[in-house]
């Protein structure tokens, strides 16, 4: 077990990611005469950085690192129109500006920078370490994989006509001037609709939405349709040589676990793979120990 032997100070920062202004907080430990390691993180598929992601965040910065946590475009303190639209390529290119961001700070060593993400972000980490080199490490919590291939297994082939005219009928919609449809992430009673309709999901987002005052429980049908052709493990071959920490849920159906074996086959040394018991939302909850603890093991041997 990591012992906290840090406490840390946490403020509000904001930058600019080409033109949206983008808002989190920075975590930085204290009593330390040096500059930093970094680890820049943000949240989930439509949740936010206060819903269990914030207490990734205060470990690691209690183990000694300076730590970056925002809230993506469209969402939480973030800005960015549509609100709730997830659009995956922009969110990977926020993680950028992010990193540009906490190089330009004073107190973080810009050469030592890893990225952590967990589900959809921990999609982006393994598309952002393939493509930028200023990333010295990654951790990818439970990640999505193949977005095409979990909406394959999530959506029934009867029901794929309907979803997909839906999305031509958004189209159509926002060419007009008009609002863009939205849909629940989760139902929230019996007989209601939602993206997610699995226990473990349903009561993930609704306890952790309760934490945020900000959280919405919807999302942009625009951000279904590119969810479904998001692919992030295509890059796992190119993350080479930035060290690659998978972490995967030993029973995970919302971003299938043998993606994710499969896809760590295809990454290149120096890489490390764990299957720990549970579910997706294990690691937020029961396994947070043992998740955070890899993580931050991880992280100490390659940033420090």
């Known amino acids: 077990m990591n012992k906290c032997v840090h406490l840390f100070n946490k403020k509000s920062v904001e930058f600019n990611a080409e033109g949206i202004t983008l808002r989190g ?3 930085l430990p204290n009593n330390t005469d040096s500059s930093l ?5 943000t949240h989930g598929y439509g949740s936010l950085k ?22 993506h475009r469209n969402f939480g303190d973030s800005d960015g129109q549509p609100r709730q639209e ?12 992010a990193i540009t961001f906490m190089s330009s700070l004073e107190d973080v060593d810009s050469s030592r920078i890893g990225i952590w993400g967990s589900s959809y972000s921990g999609g982006h980490v393994l598309m952002v370490g393939a493509m930028d080199k200023r990333v010295r ?14 909406s394959a297994r999530r959506v029934s082939p009867n029901d794929v006509p309907a979803l997909l005219n839906t999305f031509y009928e958004d189209r159509k919609t926002r060419m007009q001037g008009g609002e863009p ?48 052709s998001y692919n992030p493990g295509n890059y796992i071959s190119l993350i080479s040589p930035t060290p690659l920490l998978l ?10 676990t043998d993606l994710q074996v499969e896809a760590f086959k ?16 294990t690691p937020y909850l029961e396994q947070f120990e043992v998740y955070s603890n890899e993580a931050i093991n991880w992280f100490k041997e390659h940033l420090k």
Not at 37 to 41: F, H, L
Not at 54 to 70: H, P, Q, W
Not at 141 to 149: A, D, H, K, L, R
């Open 25 to 27: 907080w920075l975590y």
């Open 37 to 41: 390691p970094g680890i820049i993180m």
């Open 50 to 71: 206060e819903m269990y992601v914030d207490k990734f965040a205060e470990e690691f910065a209690s183990n000694g690192f300076a730590v970056l946590l925002y809230d």
């Open 86 to 97: 997830i659009n995956p390529y922009e969110q990977v290119l926020d993680y950028q500006h």
């Open 137 to 150: 490490c990654i951790v990818s919590q439970v990640p999505t994989i193949s977005g095409s291939e979990s």
């Open 181 to 228: 449809t939205r849909r629940k992430i989760v139902p929230e009673f019996e007989g209601d609709e939602g993206i997610y309709t699995e226990k473990t999901s349903v009561d993930w987002y609704l306890s952790g939405g309760a934490l945020s005052p900000n959280w919405k429980n919807e999302v942009t049908i625009r951000s279904i349709e590119l969810s479904r």
């Open 247 to 256: 972490l995967v849920a030993g029973h995970d159906t919302v971003t299938p």
């Open 266 to 281: 295809e990454a290149k040394e120096p890489k490390k793979i764990k299957v720990i018991d549970g579910h997706h939302f």
